[in-house]
């Protein structure tokens, strides 16, 4: 069974840029949920996939965006970068035939810096 | 909107020493989740609780499920070193809150040996 994963692992930014993170899914879960977690925090709902859609938002600009794919990866997307959005930013794959829908399994992380 | 309170901040322990953290919420949450985190790591699912009164083990952890089903409980006992870590709360409304997990600040465990 292979566990959630996301690339890149660092990334590099300036202000206004634009950036796209990528996470695959723990096998045979179709669900994926972006977070942010900002230093010495928990982590923040961005949003929700599920069957290719969005499926729930947290208190994120437009300008956070994101994709699903029919193999069940997943983009983040985030458009104008600014100095705040620096911070770790999680992917968690859950549900599917089996997989209790409730349990989310957390990806490695991408490290976002913006200066 | 949803606030989790975790408590305490931090924990400084000696090995062997049991260990208790706790989580509160002013809304009910249906799922309670505990995750643990290591440093440049994404979070570890450790346990899972699903009912108000849920008493659940996973080896030296033991978690509940408050009966309010506002609050949540992680024990760990006989600590080790490798319990060192950061310890996360995270409640699941459901609902119209789909799959948003709502977690709490963290607890931060340092085991001396």
């Known amino acids: 069974e292979t566990g959630v994963t996301q690339s890149p692992t660092h990334l590099i930014k300036t202000r206004g840029q634009q950036v796209t993170l990528r996470c695959s899914s723990q096998?045979?879960?179709?669900?994926v949920s972006w977070y942010q977690q900002a230093l010495g925090q928990g982590p923040q709902f961005i949003f929700q996939y599920y069957r290719e859609e969005e499926n729930g938002r947290g208190n994120f600009p437009p300008r956070f965006s994101g994709l699903q794919f029919p193999n069940y990866s997943s983009e983040l997307n985030v458009n104008a970068l600014e100095l705040d959005d620096s911070a770790l930013y999680l992917c968690?794959?859950?549900?599917?035939?089996?997989?209790?829908?409730?349990?989310?399994?957390f990806g490695p992380g991408t490290r976002l810096t913006v200066l | 909107g949803q606030q989790l309170n975790q408590s305490p901040q931090s924990m400084f322990i000696q090995e062997g020493e049991d260990v208790s953290m706790n989580c509160t919420s002013s809304s009910i949450f249906n799922t309670w989740l505990w995750y643990k985190q290591d440093p440049g790591e994404g979070p570890v699912l450790l346990i899972a609780l699903y009912k108000a009164g849920e008493l659940t083990s996973n080896g030296r952890l033991t978690a509940q499920f408050g009966i309010t089903r506002k609050d949540s409980f992680l024990n760990i006992s006989a600590s080790i070193p490798s319990d060192v870590g950061i310890y996360f709360c995270?409640?699941?409304?459901?609902?119209?809150?789909?799959?948003?997990?709502?977690f709490g600040q963290g607890t931060i465990l340092t085991v001396h040996p």
């Open positions: 995270a409640g699941l409304a459901g609902g119209t809150s789909y799959g948003k997990l709502t």
């Open positions: 096998s045979g879960h179709n669900t």
């Open positions: 968690a794959s859950s549900g599917g035939a089996g997989a209790p829908y409730n349990e989310q399994f």
